[in-house]
């Protein structure tokens, strides 16, 4: 019975996320090629802003305009509760392949983990990039080399 009951949640999540998604395809990013569950949750924490999400793009934005090289993919949140995080590649090489915007991903978890944050929390050798996102409770990050595939991935919070 559990292992139903967690398929049709899984089913019923991803129904509602790749409806929320469709008015973005085609306007930032070509059509899901793939999709993924990420149901971990190493922390509750406490609930989340629009606020928060919304502060947490324009941190990485900003660290990437401070950089002494142009950025090579943009980062962004839609939805009116800021819950759906893109990442489009802005160049031919970044994403080529899902496996290179999944190594991104792994820099990013690096740069995360040096934070202040997952040190205060003792998870600086646990938590992964996808881990900060669930805490932010995004419900789904899409990446995307900008032009052939689009990757989904959905956050699943019990």
């Not at 660290?63 to 943009?74: G, V």
């Not at 009116?80 to 160049?91: E, P």
């Not at 992964?128 to 052939?148: A, K, R």
């Amino acid at each position: 019975m559990k292992k139903f009951a967690a398929a049709l949640i899984l089913t019923l999540a991803t129904a509602v996320a790749a409806t929320a998604q469709e008015k973005y395809v085609g306007y930032y990013f070509p059509e899901i090629t793939s999709m993924e569950a990420f149901d971990r949750e190493i922390r509750r924490g406490p609930l989340a802003s629009k606020a928060v999400r919304v502060e947490f793009v324009n941190t990485l934005t900003q660290a990437q305009l401070a950089a002494p090289e142009a950025p090579s993919y943009a980062v962004f949140a839609k939805g009116a509760d800021a819950k759906h995080l893109m990442i489009v590649a802005l160049n031919d090489q970044v994403f080529k392949t899902v496996f290179r915007a999944r190594g991104a991903m792994a820099q990013l978890t690096a740069n995360i983990r040096a934070g202040g944050f997952f040190r205060r929390q003792e998870l600086q050798h646990v938590a992964t990039f996808y881990d900060f996102l669930q805490l932010l409770q995004f419900d789904t990050l899409v990446l995307t080399d900008g032009e052939i595939w689009s990757h989904q991935v959905d956050f699943i919070r019990n």
